[in-house]
């Protein structure tokens, strides 16, 4: 019986965390081990450099999803090689980010003391 019980909670469990994140992807579209350290895309789509800050490679982007970012940062919208805009997310986190139609890709700009904690994920 207490085996039944304890596998039952175990179920329950992974079922609970399974729902908990029906919207989005779960996993973070930010791949830590590819993150360029000391620079920052800024708004004229030029890499600047700080010891502070860490920028991704290209994440693929489509507009017509929605994704959010959880910590602070700057988001730099591609279409192939040609920059588009930087925008700065600074809000109250979770922020949306904005849809940019030509965009195919983006590059996310942060600091380095959010690198273990900061996420990007697909909500749809």
């Known amino acids: 019986m207490k085996k039944i019980l304890i596998l039952s909670g175990l179920m329950s469990m992974l079922f609970i965390a399974s729902c908990s994140n029906a919207e989005g992807t779960g996993e973070s579209l930010i791949d830590n081990d590819s993150v360029i350290e000391g620079t920052w895309i800024n708004y ?55 849809k940019v139609e030509n965009a195919d890709s983006i590059r996310i700009s942060f600091n380095a003391y959010n690198e273990d904690s900061i996420t990007l994920l697909k909500v749809n």
């Open 44 to 98: 004229n789509g030029e890499e600047t450099e700080d010891s502070e800050m860490r920028t991704t490679e290209a994440v693929e982007y489509d507009s017509s999803n929605d994704y959010e970012i959880n910590r602070s940062s700057y988001v730099s919208y591609y279409n192939g090689d040609e920059f588009l805009e930087t925008i700065l997310y600074g809000e109250e986190p979770p922020m949306n980010l904005e």
